[in-house]
């Protein structure tokens, strides 16, 4: 069946960086388009990057332009999201999703997607 799993998520002062990846098995990846999404504590599921399995083309929510970076390696099955500069208001659980195919009008809606991955915690603290 379809498993995401995360990890690299933990404490990190502002400023600081962390590297998040998410393994991907049991569906055929080069069909799926991959994204990260967080949730803060009594906020919605935010979309924060995607990468189209179409182009690999890559997608960022304004908050983290500049300062996120997706990338997916076919070889390892594995996506990973990049984050320097990272800032209090960055901390969430983040939570890699896939679906089938690629919209760039819906990249960014939970509600697109069809799998997903338990999260890792990340929260940016001095």
């Known amino acids: 069946q379809v498993q995401l799993v995360e990890s690299g998520g933990g404490l990190v002062e502002p400023g600081g960086s962390l590297r998040l990846s998410c393994v991907a098995s049991g569906f055929t990846l080069d069909m799926y388009s991959m994204a990260w999404f967080r949730q803060a504590p009594g906020q919605e599921r935010e979309g924060v990057s995607c990468i189209s399995v179409t182009d690999g083309s890559t997608y960022y929510a304004d908050s983290v332009k500049g300062r996120f970076t997706i990338s997916r390696d076919h070889a390892t099955r594995t996506v990973y999201l990049q984050m320097s500069s990272l800032k209090p208001e960055d901390t969430a659980v983040y939570y890699c999703?896939?679906?089938?195919?690629?919209?760039?009008?819906?990249?960014?809606?939970?509600?697109?997607?069809?799998?997903w991955g338990q999260g890792t915690q990340v929260t940016v603290s001095s």
């Open positions: 999703a896939t679906r089938w195919g690629f919209s760039s009008v819906t990249w960014y809606r939970a509600s697109a997607y069809d799998f």
